[in-house]
């Protein structure tokens, strides 16, 4: 992607910063709290102590949690709206302004783990952020990434409950940036860009990440109780909004 992508990509989340803070608030959103974050927490295993990057962090709501939970944690986002409320929030964590495709600010093989939660779809330029990860990443390093499921892109969806149809005006193999209609609470419109699921896993692999795990979040049955409404919760039990991959760096990099 080219530099207006990426400077048009600043610009939008600078402006949605204080309503997506709102959004997912100091646990994250239903689908975070109820879906993928019970998958992520699994993914990362025991980060106490760990040096742990929070790759597109927002406004901090997981940079928190890490520190909590005894990692030590660094938060990075591309806009300076999001950091500064995440500063405001929590001064006693390192956070920065840093883009994924680059992590100018994060030195070579310094940190053991990297989370990116709800980020990759949202990058211009996916190849270089894998790349990015594994040059911070320590030999046998984790990185734990969530996105928008790019199969079922819930902003197309139509329908109600467990009964959706997804509809496409291009072809989903075409990797293009999309815009979807303003939702919620939020006025703007939202930029992302679409690639094929296969379209990550090569740029996984071609980065020299393998592959671990690979989940598709759902609401597990004990969390049943808390989705708020028969609709919703047929909607956490059937639509695949989001897949997690857990990948690790090598101990050793053949050929790099």
């Known amino acids: 992607m080219d530099e207006d992508?990426?400077?048009?990509?600043?610009?939008?989340?600078?402006?949605?910063?204080?309503?997506?803070?709102?959004?997912?608030?100091?646990r994250g959103d239903i689908n975070r709290r109820l879906n993928s974050d019970p998958v992520l927490w699994h993914f990362a295993g025991d980060i106490e102590d760990l040096d742990v990057l929070d790759a597109g962090c927002g406004t901090g709501y997981l940079t928190r949690q890490l520190a909590q939970r005894g990692a030590r944690a660094i938060g990075i986002d591309v806009s300076a709206k999001m950091i500064e409320i995440a500063r405001t929030k929590a001064p006693h964590i390192d956070f920065r302004v840093d883009s994924c495709t680059e992590l100018a600010t994060v030195d070579d093989e310094s940190v053991n783990l990297i989370l990116?939660?709800?980020?990759?779809?949202?990058?211009p330029d996916l190849e270089a952020s894998a790349r990015a990860f594994v040059?911070?990443?320590?030999?046998?390093?984790?990185?734990?990434?969530?996105?928008?499921?790019p199969?079922?892109?819930?902003?197309?969806?139509?329908?109600?409950?467990?009964?959706?149809?997804?509809?496409?005006?291009?072809?989903?193999?075409?990797?293009?940036?999309?815009?979807?209609?303003?939702?919620g609470h939020f006025t703007s419109e939202f930029i992302w860009f679409h690639r094929p699921l296969s379209g990550y896993w090569k740029a996984f692999n071609a980065a020299g990440l393998e592959v671990a795990d690979f989940d598709e979040p759902r609401i597990a049955?004990?969390?049943?109780?808390?989705?708020?409404?028969?609709?919703?919760?047929?909607?956490?039990?059937?639509?695949?909004?989001s897949v997690a991959f857990k990948l690790r760096k090598p101990e050793r990099m053949e050929g790099r």
């Open 151 to 183: 199969c079922f892109p819930q902003g197309r969806a139509r329908g109600s409950g467990s009964v959706a149809e997804y509809v496409w005006e291009a072809s989903y193999f075409e990797e293009r940036k999309r815009i979807d209609p303003p939702w």
């Open 135 to 149: 040059r911070v990443l320590r030999p046998g390093g984790t990185t734990v990434v969530i996105f928008s499921h």
């Open 221 to 241: 049955e004990e969390s049943y109780h808390l989705a708020g409404s028969e609709k919703r919760l047929e909607e956490l039990k059937t639509r695949p909004m």
């Open 116 to 123: 990116s939660n709800y980020v990759l779809m949202d990058v």
């Open 5 to 26: 992508s990426s400077r048009e990509t600043v610009v939008f989340w600078d402006k949605v910063a204080a309503a997506w803070d709102i959004q997912v608030g100091e």
